[in-house]
């Protein structure tokens, strides 16, 4: 069920990220010049985005193309437009024309440059690219592609049920955790500050050798970086299962965190309408 449901929505962005790139190689200079444009051609993309990923609307274009492995569709045009010149090239004598294969890799790898570029020039979406702060590694991991769930966007977005996010949202009187009664209520000290979830973190604490932290993030949902991988197959596949494992309790300790927490906010908002009639 939750398998065909992600099916169709990566489906529907194929669909929009095809219907804004027709004909892209021959109109996309232009567009890419004005950054408005950029932006009005960007808007249904991250709209198909924030579907794949099950977020928030709040949630900024930025993050949300980076969380469903969308580079920016005005970039994609200009990688298509890329691809057609090189393969379309006058070759010097003797010269042999690169495989379509090779440009198209040639090309991405422009691509996801460009757009790294943007992604730490851009102010917004700072908690994403704390824990997503290499789109290659990112785009590359070596853990498994397992679709992203509601909480597991909310933990990368910091977008859901903290009161820090919600009083942004005029939804919560205060910032403050109910947990602990302490700091703001982050996601940040949701995941790995606050004592009240300390027994929720404890296997993951176990598996890694410390207080899970955000530095841990990165190398969690992305996996080894290629040049720490071991040479040889063996040390390669027990680093991999390594990598497996931990992700595996970064995953259940944030579903299990995130769920126990929205079901106490529900059962205060309860207690909150009834002291109000």
């Known amino acids: 069920m939750g398998g065909s449901a992600q099916w169709k929505r990566r489906l529907l962005a194929s669909v929009v990220e095809s ?7 021959v109109w996309i200079p232009s567009v890419t010049e004005v950054a408005r444009t950029r932006a009005i051609l960007i ?11 099950r977020s928030y609307r709040t949630v900024s274009d930025e993050a949300a193309l980076v969380l469903a492995c969308m580079p920016p569709v005005d970039l994609l045009g200009l990688e298509r437009q890329y691809i057609g010149s090189r393969l379309r090239a006058a070759m010097e004598p003797g010269e042999q024309r690169p495989s379509k294969e090779a440009v198209k890799r040639e090309a991405r790898e422009i691509t996801i440059a460009a757009w790294q ?5 851009t102010p917004k979406a700072a908690w994403t690219r704390r824990v997503i702060p290499d789109l290659a590694r990112w785009l590359g991991r070596t853990v498994p ?4 769930t509601y909480h597991m966007t909310q933990a990368l977005t910091g977008h859901g049920c903290f009161e820090w996010y919600l009083h942004r949202m005029n939804k919560a009187a205060s910032t403050r955790c109910w947990q602990c009664s302490g700091e703001p209520d982050t996601v940040e000290h949701t995941l790995f500050d606050c004592p009240y979830w300390d027994g929720l973190r404890e296997a993951l604490k176990v598996r890694i050798g410390h207080r899970p932290s955000t530095d841990d993030v990165p190398d969690i949902i992305c996996g080894p970086a290629f040049e720490l991988r071991p040479a040889d197959a063996q040390g390669k596949d027990a680093i991999l299962r390594e990598a497996e ?3 595996r ?9 995130l769920s126990i927490k ?12 009834r002291n109000l009639l």
Do not use: C, D, K, S
């Open 117 to 121: 570029a943007r992604w730490h020039a």
């Open 262 to 273: 929205e079901e106490e906010e529900r059962v205060r908002q309860a207690a909150n309408r």
């Open 19 to 25: 219907q804004l790139l027709y004909a892209a190689p």
């Open 245 to 247: 494992e931990r992700f």
């Open 249 to 257: 309790l970064f995953y259940g300790m944030v579903e299990n965190i």
């Open 145 to 148: 592609w397992v679709p992203l």
């Open 43 to 53: 808007r249904p993309q991250r709209t198909a985005a924030l579907r794949v990923i």
